[in-house]
């Protein structure tokens, strides 16, 4: 079974507080040459996307740096609806596939939609992020605008310097919140520090029963 | 083992005749807000990329009315490598999975950096698009910039006119000619008729072998 957890993306999509809002421009028409386009404008981290160390840090890797394995992992989902803060208490019975994805469903996604999306999300224990480094962890993700809510973006910093790739605004979490399954979080191949992405877990149904 | 099919893409990536350049233009700095961001201007057709119909027909599906299911596909890459016209009689003795995808390695990405790439690419007969659709194939890809050269686009046509999912701008085809895989052709969610792609080809290495 596979299940979406990324973000649809249009002009009315809620941005980090301080970004541009998107822009698709129409460009060809059937009438005009025969093909509809549009040009799109667009803040790299607009929706479902992931951080690659450049993001923050001096002279880091750019998301294109990284092989395309890092994009494909074990993945575990931990079920975090509903709290304020998210702690160390959250990997207590979890096991951590080295080298693999964690995400965290808080329910912040569940309101996407909504202005509030941009700044009214839990806070991202910085204990937790140094766990997750600890424990193996390459890529974590969450249905949240940020790791951070303000400079100087301690959480972000913790996990990128240690060469965790981070993703941001996955929604969709429900589905998989408790559960072991493949991520495939595919950015577009951007020479940048980040990149919108598409992000699907593919889940075993046997294992999975 | 995992394969990129996908081009990386740069403000010098050549784009289809007619389109404007892609620019990233930075918007954020370590300095001024304590990281890097860009706000990017591209056409939603640059580099590897999927078309679903609404890109060519009258109240088309948009690409983002497809399930997620549909961008995952058994497949199988047709070498078709200096061939200066795509047609019927490379389906010969060829299994194309029923609901799957079909790629063609023609050679002409291996070239994608030279602005030749833009135009110099085989012609894709129109009775191969019709096999394709006769015989089940729910995704058509190649590594050249588009399956027409010029209006009315009738390959195009021919193939979303049929449900078809078009990718262009593939690269590394060389790397799964011959072989059966499976793809992942991850558009990001934009809400519209087309989208940059991340696209990957996973080898099971015991059916390889």
Known sequence: MIIDLSMPVNENTIVFP???KPV??????LETVGFVDHIIHINNHLGTHID???HMLEKGMLLSDYPIERFVAEAVCIDANGKAVLGLELLEGV???????VLFYTGA????QEQAYASEY???????AKALVAKGAKIVGVDMMSFDHDEPYPVHKALLDNDVL???NLVNLQAVAGKQFKLYALPVRLELHAAPARVIAEINE???A
């Open 95 to 101: 096991e951590i596939p080295v080298g693999g994805a």
């Open 122 to 128: 839990p806070q991202f224990d910085l204990e937790l």
């Open 109 to 112: 996604g569940d309101t996407f």
């Open 18 to 20: 301080g970004d541009a």
């Open 52 to 54: 690659a160390p450049d």
């Open 206 to 208: 046997k294992e999975a």
């Open 24 to 29: 698709f421009e129409q460009a060809g028409t």
């Open 166 to 168: 981070l993703i941001e």
